[in-house]
């Protein structure tokens, strides 16, 4: 496995954890802000789920056309920006415009995974005998 994918499939795991126990602190409240309700779902929505789905299919999907990953540079691209978007988004919710520009990131982070994957995708062209 790549580092590209272990790195996200790593983060994921974190974000998973810090979800879970976020979920353990709300039952235990009898309320709880709108913060940590935001934080909970987002953490295992874009933390859990999409960082699990971007290291496995950074693993997976170029070897369904047997050639490797289009733009792998782009990839650690997506990485960090993907990260900093979900950390800037939960952190900054209370601030509305930085949160903007945080979930901002987080789409073009998504953007870069859907043309690097879509990209690898494409079969090579036949070479001519």
Do not use: D
């Amino acid at each position: 496995m790549s580092p590209l994918s272990k790195n996200f499939v790593r983060a994921s795991l974190i974000y998973f954890f810090i979800a879970a126990v976020l979920g353990i602190i709300m039952i235990s409240m009898k309320s709880y802000p709108a913060q940590l309700l935001f934080t909970h779902v987002h953490l295992n929505l874009l933390g859990w789920m999409s960082m699990m789905i971007y290291g496995v299919g950074y693993h997976i999907l170029p070897r369904f056309t047997g050639k490797p990953l289009a733009y792998p540079k782009m990839g650690e691209v997506h990485f960090y920006l993907a990260n900093t978007g979900l950390v800037g988004l939960v952190c900054f919710r209370p601030f509305h415009p930085l949160a903007e520009i945080f979930a901002g990131v987080q789409v073009i982070s998504v953007g870069l995974f859907v043309f690097n994957i879509w990209m690898s995708l494409i079969p090579p062209k036949p070479e001519h005998e």
